[in-house]
């Protein structure tokens, strides 16, 4: 078992496990969060997500079997995943934390490996205000005596510490292990070997090597139980992917789709348009949700962006209209407010020329609306 932590870079993490020990030749079982378009994309064993039968059938056993328990949706899920798993037959089983660590239902789970992949600010209102006690949650997902690897170049110093509390042997990126980055390629240097040649991520952006050599230190700690080549990593690196990650959708006019929607993951997507810029415009389609750090967010994006526009978004409790949303972005150039992220994204359409492009971000539910409209287009 594998559990896989942090405010960014989790989804992708999990990618690289699953596509590294899969190109091993191991059976892998994949739980993540939240899904894009089906519920089914949340389970997955052998990289084939679970069928509507299938997970009918387990949620029906976990219904039948809680009695007068009350599980929350989340509890649910993860019930059903890990009975899913119980059953399959599996080499490795990768877990992915839904929010914070120390009170997610993933977190019923001993695992062999914990993996940290970043400390950012988001969900503060279950957190906490800031990386110190966001750090405290994402580290209780260690356990005594059993590895952690941490990606976050500076993690705060409430999970060193808890790694210390527990004498947790902690594996950290710079210290432990670290990336020696060539133009065409890289190496992954550790405590006890090096993986040389490496082929760079599929996945864009500096921060993927970040991920990318988290997960190889994650591997290298398994090594006795679940060896696995520099081919096999390298073919991993090469196959993982994950959906609206600075994911292309190729046409006259692009289509970017990132589900970034705090300021860290927004930085590193900004990063990656300068990066990838052309001689057009950037129109950026966003819809964001009330208690995320919008002024940062805008900070960031600002200026990789020609043109805005805004689709307000209706979730209870967290809702935000797109002019209200303009207020607190804080941003220049020109600003359009639409009262959905369909009606944006379809004003950004009718703006865009042959060599613009769309970047679409700013939420899980601002990506989903785009993708249901380009799937039925």
């Given at each position: 078992?594998?559990?896989v932590?942090g405010?960014?870079?989790?989804?992708?993490?999990?990618?690289?496990?699953?596509?590294?020990l899969?190109?091993?030749?191991?059976?892998?079982?994949a739980?993540?969060?939240?899904?894009?378009?089906?519920y089914?994309?949340?389970i997955r064993?052998?990289?084939?997500?679970?069928?509507?039968?299938?997970?009918?059938t387990?949620?029906?056993?976990?219904?039948?079997?809680?009695?007068?328990v009350?599980?929350t949706?989340?509890?649910?899920?993860?019930?059903a995943?890990?009975?899913?798993?119980?059953?399959?037959?599996?080499?490795?089983?990768?877990?992915?934390?839904?929010?914070?660590?120390?009170?997610?239902?993933?977190?019923?789970?001993d695992?062999?490996?914990?993996?940290?992949?970043?400390i950012?600010?988001?969900?503060t209102?279950?957190?906490?205000?800031?990386?110190?006690?966001?750090?405290?949650?994402?580290?209780?997902?260690?356990?005594?005596g059993?590895p952690?690897?941490?990606?976050?170049?500076?993690?705060?110093?409430?999970?060193?510490?808890q790694?210390?509390?527990l004498?947790?042997p902690?594996?950290q990126?710079?210290?432990?292990?670290h990336?020696?980055?060539?133009?065409l390629?890289?190496?992954?240097?550790?405590?006890?070997?090096?993986?040389?040649?490496?082929p760079?991520?599929?996945?864009?952006?500096?921060?993927?090597l970040?991920?990318?050599?988290?997960?190889?230190?994650?591997?290298?700690?398994?090594?006795?139980?679940?060896?696995?080549?520099?081919?096999?990593?390298?073919?991993?690196?090469?196959?993982?992917?994950?959906?609206?990650?600075?994911?292309?959708?190729?046409?006259?006019?692009?289509?970017?789709?990132?589900?970034?929607?705090?300021?860290?993951?927004?930085?590193?997507l900004?990063?990656n348009?300068?990066?990838?810029?052309?001689?057009?415009?950037?129109f950026?389609?966003?819809g964001?949700?009330?208690?995320k750090?919008?002024?940062?967010?805008?900070?960031?994006?600002?200026?990789?962006?020609?043109?805005?526009?805004?689709?307000?978004?209706?979730?209870?409790?967290?809702?935000?209209?797109?002019?209200?949303?303009?207020?607190?972005?804080?941003i220049?150039?020109?600003?359009?407010?639409?009262?959905?992220?369909?009606l944006?994204?379809?004003?950004?359409?009718?703006?865009?020329?042959?060599?613009?492009?769309?970047?679409?971000?700013?939420?899980?539910h601002?990506?989903?609306?785009?993708?249901?409209?380009?799937?039925?287009?």
């Open positions: 078992m594998i559990t932590g405010t960014n870079g989790k989804g992708s993490c999990v990618a690289y496990l699953e596509a590294m899969s190109a091993a030749g191991y059976r892998v079982g739980y993540t969060s939240p899904h894009l378009l089906r089914n994309e949340r064993v052998a990289g084939t997500m679970i069928s509507d039968v299938a997970l009918c387990v949620f029906q056993r976990i219904e039948s079997a809680r009695g007068d009350p599980l949706y989340f509890e649910y899920g993860t019930l995943a890990l009975a899913t798993f119980q059953e399959a037959k599996l080499d490795a089983v990768l877990l992915e934390v839904g929010l914070g660590g120390r009170l997610d239902a993933v977190n019923m789970i695992a062999d490996v914990a993996l940290v992949a970043s950012g600010i988001d969900h209102d279950w957190l906490g205000p800031d990386r110190e006690s966001i750090g405290h949650e994402k580290a209780g997902i260690f356990r005594a059993k952690v690897v941490c990606g976050d170049p500076e993690p705060p110093q409430s999970l060193i510490r790694a210390d509390i004498r947790t902690l594996f990126l710079n210290r432990q292990f990336i020696d980055k060539h133009e390629s890289w190496n992954w240097l550790g405590w006890e070997s090096r993986r040389q040649g490496l760079l991520p599929r996945l864009r952006g500096t921060v993927q970040h991920n990318a050599a988290s997960c190889i230190a994650v591997l290298q700690l398994l090594d006795e139980r679940l060896p696995v080549s520099d081919e096999a990593i390298g073919l991993g690196l090469h196959k993982a992917s994950v959906p609206a990650r600075f994911q292309l959708v190729d046409g006259a006019v692009p289509v970017i789709l990132d589900v970034a929607h705090n300021a860290e993951a927004c930085a590193a900004a990063q348009l300068e990066t990838s810029a052309g001689n057009g415009r950037t950026a389609v966003a964001m949700l009330r208690d750090p919008l002024a940062a967010i805008g900070r960031v994006m600002d200026a990789q962006v020609d043109a805005w526009y805004l689709g307000s978004l209706r979730v209870a409790g967290r809702e935000l209209d797109a002019t209200e949303l303009a207020q607190a972005l804080a220049s150039g020109e600003v359009s407010c639409h009262d959905s992220v369909p944006a994204f379809a004003a950004a359409q009718a703006e865009a020329r042959p060599g613009d492009r769309i970047v679409v971000f700013g939420s899980f601002t990506v989903e609306a785009v993708l249901r409209l380009l799937s039925d287009g």
